[in-house]
């Protein structure tokens, strides 16, 4: 052997002696300084020999860094064997997902691209589709992935193969267009997952969550009758099926299954009481119930409506209702005694059984077509009325109140504002904002019509109510407004965004089920309210 040679062997036996004992970056820094000189050398068989050996042994080191999870070192591995071998598919495949682990989802995307120029084959299809899910570029997944589908037989394909581009539909639809097309492509792709894997868990999940976007309420009923004979259901889905039931008007199985609301993960907060909750199968003619407020308060007033056929079954009712609204209702034509916090200590009243106030449906063994409460139940006060009429209302425009708003904002029911602007071309008509906490100068964006900030004055829901009285129309989101509004009977319309509160089981007439005089109209995509105001402005203009 020359002296050359077994200089070459010595220094060459350095930085694999590194390598060999995880001196990852000392090794590299060493081979580089070697390959600089000897590149000056010009000894060029020596560099390649010395290049096929970093490979192989990087490759070795790769692996076991990835299978302990060392993904950064992993990665050192991988970009160097990249430079050094640029071309190697398998290399590449194996530094995307390492790429991915690191959730650096940029650089796999590039090296997912540059794959699939160095082979047009299936899986680099796929692994490219999986590059652009991972950068929410889901348009394009969907694209490499039906190229991916393209290529493979279609008896070889595997429910696993219809969920990922279902999945690629589906956040598309929730992530970026809210289009319902997405939401329909998503879904008939899961339907061919339960035709090849009827109960698997997963897959029916997914198909139940995509036909409740779809709107498609047969598939989904279906797909929860084999998830929940099957045993999966967990209070969390009971909960959201019996929510699906109810938005479907299936009021049967929404009464099943409603308890659930107190079980779930996130529970609706119910205090504890010592004496036993009225089912409906009591007989309460020598009885006292306490009917207990729950949720928001657009449900109270709603239950409210359920008053006059309480009290009739019962020798008394109380209602523990919310401190905003008990000035409202403690004045009621029904008999019905009221209390609230700032009155009443609970534990000092007494009463044979209690209720939460949304089971009070259910307990009566309601129907769909029973269920109406039907409105004018809320009687305002009168020397409030007056007082705001005085104030506020004494004109001879029409008078439009607008609610977009809900006391806890949501922006899957609140309307934004400047969509209400069509209003502002109207003639002879006054509006009052009814959206409580909202600065004058936000509704200076009307200029033809000055907008009355006359929510500035409600102290309590019963200000709201007298307010509401004197107006000719109200144009509200879902919001306890427009279920106030409903409640006293006044004209009311409701605008509800494409998917909405599943309270709302039927918004397909021209009431909206619980209050006749609130005529639902429903956008006909997610957040595109425009057809919808539109829709309000030709109502308002009969009424004028």
């Known amino acids: 052997m020359s002296k050359k040679s077994s200089d070459f062997k010595i220094n060459r036996a350095t930085w694999i002696a590194m390598l060999e004992q995880g001196k990852l970056a000392e090794a590299i820094n060493c081979y580089e300084n070697y390959i600089n000189k000897i590149e000056k050398e010009s000894e060029v068989q020596e560099i390649k020999h010395s290049e096929n050996i970093l490979v192989e042994k990087l490759k070795k080191l790769s692996d076991k860094y990835y299978q302990e999870k060392n993904y950064s070192n992993a990665l050192i591995c991988y970009n160097y064997i990249y430079q050094l071998d640029s071309k190697n598919t398998t290399n590449i495949k194996n530094h995307i997902n390492c790429l991915e682990k690191l959730e650096q989802y940029d650089l796999q995307l590039i090296l997912a691209k540059r794959l699939i120029k160095l082979k047009k084959e299936a899986e680099n299809y796929k692994i490219l589709s999986n590059a652009y899910e991972k950068n929410q570029e889901y348009k394009k997944a969907i694209e490499y992935y039906n190229k991916y589908l393209n290529q493979i037989k279609r008896t070889e394909l595997e429910a696993q193969d219809y969920n990922i581009i279902g999945c690629h539909y589906f956040n598309s639809y929730i992530k970026k267009t809210q289009n319902p097309n997405d939401a329909k492509n998503a879904l008939e792709y899961f339907k061919k997952t339960i035709e090849k894997v009827p109960n698997n868990k997963s897959y029916l999940k ?199 708003e809900g006391i806890s904002s949501n ?11 069509p209003l502002d071309k109207l003639e002879n008509v006054e509006i009052y904002c009814f959206t409580k906490d909202i600065e004058d100068k936000k509704l200076k964006c009307f200029k033809h019509n000055k907008v009355i900030n006359i929510a500035k004055d409600f102290n309590n829901f019963a200000d709201t109510a007298a307010a509401i009285q004197n107006a000719d129309i109200i144009i509200s989101s879902d919001n306890c407004i427009l279920n106030l509004a409903g409640a006293i009977g006044k004209k009311t319309i409701g605008i509800f965004n494409y998917h909405y509160e599943f309270r709302w089981y039927d918004l397909t007439g021209k009431d909206c089920g619980w209050y006749k005089s609130v005529i639902p109209i429903v956008n006909n995509e997610y957040n595109n309210w425009d057809i919808s105001i539109q829709e309000a402005i030709e109502l308002i203009k009969l009424s004028i």
């Open 206 to 404: 997914n198909t139940i969550v995509a036909a409740m976007k779809a709107k498609d309420y047969k598939t989904e009923k279906e797909c929860w009758d084999i998830y929940i004979k099957n045993g999966y259901a967990d209070k969390d889905d009971e909960f959201t099926y019996c929510a699906s039931c109810m938005r479907n008007g299936d009021i049967e199985e929404w009464a099943k299954y409603y308890g659930s609301r107190f079980e779930k993960n996130e529970p609706t907060i119910y205090p504890k009481l010592n004496k036993p909750i009225w089912t409906g199968n009591e007989d309460l003619s020598n009885s006292t119930l306490l009917v207990h407020y729950e949720q928001g308060y657009g449900d109270n007033f709603l239950m409210f409506g359920y008053m006059p056929r309480l009290v009739k079954l019962a020798k008394k009712v109380i209602y523990y209702i919310q401190n905003n609204a008990y000035d409202l209702v403690k004045d009621n034509q029904f008999g019905v005694e009221v209390h609230c916090q700032k009155t009443t200590d609970i534990n000092k009243l007494q009463y044979d059984y209690h209720i939460p106030c949304m089971s009070i449906p259910i307990a009566l063994h309601l129907t769909k077509e029973n269920l109406s409460v039907e409105g004018g139940y809320i009687k305002p006060n009168k020397y409030l009325v007056r007082k705001f009429q005085d104030k506020y209302f004494n004109n001879n425009k029409f008078k439009i109140g607008i609610a977009f």
């Open 411 to 421: 922006s899957k029911r609140d309307i934004p504002l400047k969509k209400l602007l």
